[in-house]
């Protein structure tokens, strides 16, 4: 079977028609055309229902669509296996969070593609936890607490937190001063998550309610910047508004433990370069970020 029919299938299959499947891979629409038509030849059934709004996969397509993705991965790790120090090619299709992936991971990225010209960078932005091998992602970006699983996590750097809340909202309800005063408090959350502090050495856990919920932490931020509760976010998104004193840090001498980021994969043997490239970018990125600096004793 042709590798080059499979990446062409995958990028038709991801871009959404042949036009845009085209102009990724450089080549003219005809050609692309040619090696679904002998693709689909091959394998003797349809994986592509072109419509006049361009290409949505058949229910046929869909299931092979995984295998191909697959397929090319491991072909593009063996060249990278085999040619070591060439330029990076291929297709990083990468998971990222969207609460503050497009405005603090989104220019590291760009910077991964100005490097490496010949590589296509592909980023899905979503505050769900994606499967990164089910919907066949090479890589994903997450922050906070990395949960067990069989994923492979190398850490880029801290994330630090804070216990926020408006001046508004603290002159009106005052600010707590412990963990457990946090229950009468109005708390802007994601779910029904807890939220821990460090009291010393001792972690201290508090399961906080509040009738604000939202599942993105910008929108927290602005319901905090809005007075309607305390919110438990990182510094990365609190940044700017603590600055400029619209959010004002509380409960400082119970600071929440730091987090982290990583760069998670699937496991594998052979770590794709590309992907080892990103991760020592993203380290070298963070490290000169104010918005992932270690916050001052007692801020």
Known sequence: ???EALQTFVEVADAGGISPAALRLGVSKSIVSRRLVRLEAELGVQLLARTTRGAALTEAGTTFREHAARVCAEIDIAKETMLPSGPLRGRLRIAAPLSFGPTHFAPMLAQMARRHPLLHIQTSYSDRFVDLIAEGFDCAIRVGYLPDSNLIARGIGPIYTKLVASPGYISAHGAPESPEELSAHEALMQGTESWQFMDGDKVVTVRPQGRFKADNGIALVAAAVAGLGVAYLPDCLTYESVRSQALVPIMTRYPPPPAGAYVVRPPGLHPAR????????????????PHFAKPASGA
Do not use: A, R
């Open 1 to 3: 079977m042709d590798i």
């Open 274 to 289: 590309k992907i080892h490239v990103l991760t020592e970018l993203l380290i070298e990125s963070f490290g000169q970020s």
